[in-house]
């Protein structure tokens, strides 16, 4: 069994300490907003059936599910003569959780009867992908959601927006909440009676500062939209300048058109209730936001960070029929969810982790001999009794040793008790970044390291 | 897809708010322990390469792992003519992790060059086995271990008796630590010349409190051993009484079995160091603790809580080879592992929760209409930006609807702002549990609510 050789599969990652703590410090960041606003925390199996998770995703979704073998006699009964994907569900019930919204929509139908409606939940759990790796790219990733369902108020939507503003300005990245409504896009692809085309639209009023009207339309036609289509997208090209001045363009702009309608009266309910709210960062209407198509039904998220280039950094919306899948139908939600890898990069690019990650350990104790050791075992258990990261080093080895091992655990103080210390009840403290030295009693040393 | 059965794997759970909280409160509670003592966080992939997991833990324990089917073209060139445990390593490379101590020599020997030696690292992290289902052994649980490696001190066997005094203090549970040594066991077995006979000599020392000497030596002589090594160990019977007095009588009893001695010493040692320290639990030796026989080398450890029956709540010891099995040898460690779910019934049998862990929300603003809304909202966000835990309801629903809902959430506190407040600038507040109102200014509701 010697000489394995030590790998970790394709896409996947190991995380050292500084990157451990680098990652908590987003995930508590992000947990903490959420306890604010007082959602709940749940967790749901790595492991589900695959029943439950198949259909979800799209038939590309499917193939990129991870499938677990069955144990036992699996194989009896199965003609192997068939492809991949008629014999995998053959040999393997369950998988492994894609996303965190299908676990949560079974969670809701299958304990709906424990849980208090609107329920407000938050999740932070690893999800799996057999996608092919990139940079950037996992096949194992963490995802940080927070939902509420039960409730079509836009109040909900507000605290989303005041949950990434929260967020975001803890973390010191400047960000830009992008909106839409689903409602407008599907008001626009009715007024021009092209319900199929949204997708084209959509590109087509992204690409408008770019490469002009004449541009667009050519593109449009292209995509096979007639002519008369392309006339009646005219208002929609109008709408243009600051969300202000677009809000009140949608307004008049659906005359006849009742999604339409509905969209806009919500968008401009919900910047009502943005604006007074006083959010700190950027929140626009972006027409050509149009994530997530064929699942969201109501208020559009996406979140760019400003200072770097990068896709979006969080996103959500609002569904009004998630549980539907599992039999639970009309039960609208809305929710977001934070790209934890993502705002690492981005924190990594602007050098804004907080430098006291660095340090797992606040000080270290030089050992000189088992005396010593027994006065600094004790100083220690005071010291982390006050929850001070406290080392002793184990052994009475040579100083050079001790001292390379704290600046390689990146310790900003070490501790002396010798023989002088021993007798006055003292501590001779060294701060590693100026070098400078003092000699402190027990309890100005716990002052000092607090 | 309307109306899939909702159902999760057999042996997986899902974890509601409250179960959350309180699982959340045990794992804080460790990470806390963990960190003042400066072992840093690692995580590793949940999937790991098969190749790594395999034949580690046992013939039983490759049959427990979760094996992950290949994606793509896994069948071909497999003869599915054979039994389960030859065709499933031909169609899975990868498998879900069994425990955290294979990924973590794993990890070590991987990454050796960017660790500090001594490495002190800790991991919380699901591990799967799909072992048969039964009350309180699940298919996927969590693992909380801190290992220290990389160093022989004995001062790394105290720390973890102080790290596990702690943990337990602090969580309120009274335990006794149990701790032996491998090379004592190894000793005896050496001594009366029967190595393999290990684990019937640790069963027979065991039972002699409940079936006397002449029932552990019958015993002993049905379990192969002959009259002669039952004769010898005499002097092992006859270490009885307390910690101190077994210590005294072990030093004498290897008198040329220098495995024996050397456990002797360590035990001596490591005594010695822990009366120094002033532990608060119960410390014992246990000669009959004989955990993990194949795998530790010098300490043993096992927790046992002393107000609830259940099995080990904690255990580990110093393994001296852990990474020679990735080709890195002779690098000693010593850890330990809390097994949270048994900790999470014996707190629930105890009733020791902490009451406050069932308030995910600390105050609820009642919501009359689009204008008191608003003053709420604003309220709301000067208290989330103190962490404070707010919900505003989200529409103006019948008043009864609302309090149901703060009772269902066990809010105990809730918020009036009227129109008097409103113009005052002030909240009223209702304490849930004794139904006495106050009204206050933001300022006094912070204060009162931090």
Not at 427 to 433: G, H, I
Request: hydrophobic share 45%; glycine share 8%; charged share 25%.
């Amino acid at each position: 069994m010697a000489n394995v050789k030590c790998s970790i599969p394709k896409g996947t990652r190991d995380f050292l300490p500084l990157e451990m703590a680098r990652r908590n410090y987003i995930f508590d960041t992000i947990r903490s907003v959420f306890r604010a606003f007082a959602f709940e925390p749940i967790e749901t199996p790595s492991l589900e059936n695959l029943s439950t998770l198949m259909g979800k995703y799209g038939e590309e979704g499917d193939k990129l599910l991870f499938k677990v073998l069955n144990s036992g006699d699996f194989m009896e009964g199965v003609d192997f003569h068939q492809d991949y994907h008629k014999v995998a569900p053959q040999i393997c019930d369950r998988g492994l959780r894609y996303d965190l919204t299908v676990p949560f929509a079974r969670f809701v139908v299958q304990h709906r009867d424990q849980l208090a409606f609107p329920f407000r939940r938050y999740q932070l759990q690893p999800v799996w992908r057999a996608d092919r790796p990139q940079k950037g790219r996992y096949r194992e990733f963490y995802q940080c959601d927070a939902d509420m369902i039960g409730s079509t108020s836009l109040l909900n939507e507000l605290e989303l927006v005041q949950m990434i503003d929260m967020v975001f300005t803890k973390l010191g990245i400047n960000v830009c909440v992008k909106i839409n409504n689903r409602k407008v896009l599907a008001g626009i692809a009715e007024m021009i009676g092209a319900p199929e085309k949204i997708v084209d639209i959509t590109v087509a009023i992204d690409k408008l500062d770019k490469i002009g009207l004449d541009g667009v339309c050519a593109e449009l036609s292209e995509r096979g939209l007639t002519d008369v289509q392309i006339q009646a997208l005219g208002p929609v090209f109008a709408l243009s300048g600051d969300t202000g001045t677009k809000l009140a363009a949608l307004d008049g702009m659906f005359a006849n058109v009742e999604v339409g309608k509905k969209g806009a009266a919500e968008l401009n309910e919900l910047f009502s209730l943005i604006a007074a709210a006083g959010i700190s960062n950027r929140v626009e209407l972006d027409l050509t936001l149009a994530r997530g198509l064929n699942y969201y039904t109501g208020a559009i998220f996406e979140v760019k960070a400003l200072d770097v280039q990068i896709g979006s950094i969080c996103g959500g919306g609002r569904y009004d029929n998630l549980t539907g899948i599992f039999g639970m139908p009309d039960v609208s939600g809305v929710g977001i969810s934070f790209g934890a890898d993502r705002i690492y990069d981005v924190l990594t690019e602007l050098d804004r982790f907080p430098a006291d990650l660095a340090h797992s350990a606040r000080v270290m104790f030089i050992n000189f001999g088992p005396a010593e050791q027994a006065a600094c075992v004790a100083i220690a258990a005071r010291l982390r009794a006050q929850s001070i990261a406290t080392l002793v080093y184990p052994d009475a080895a040579k100083m050079k040793k001790q001292m390379d091992y704290a600046n390689r655990r990146a310790v900003p103080f070490v501790a002396f008790v010798g023989e002088s210390e021993m007798r006055d009840g003292t501590v001779t403290l060294k701060d590693m970044a100026t070098g400078s030295q003092e000699t402190l009693t027990i309890a100005q040393l716990i002052e000092k390291l607090r």
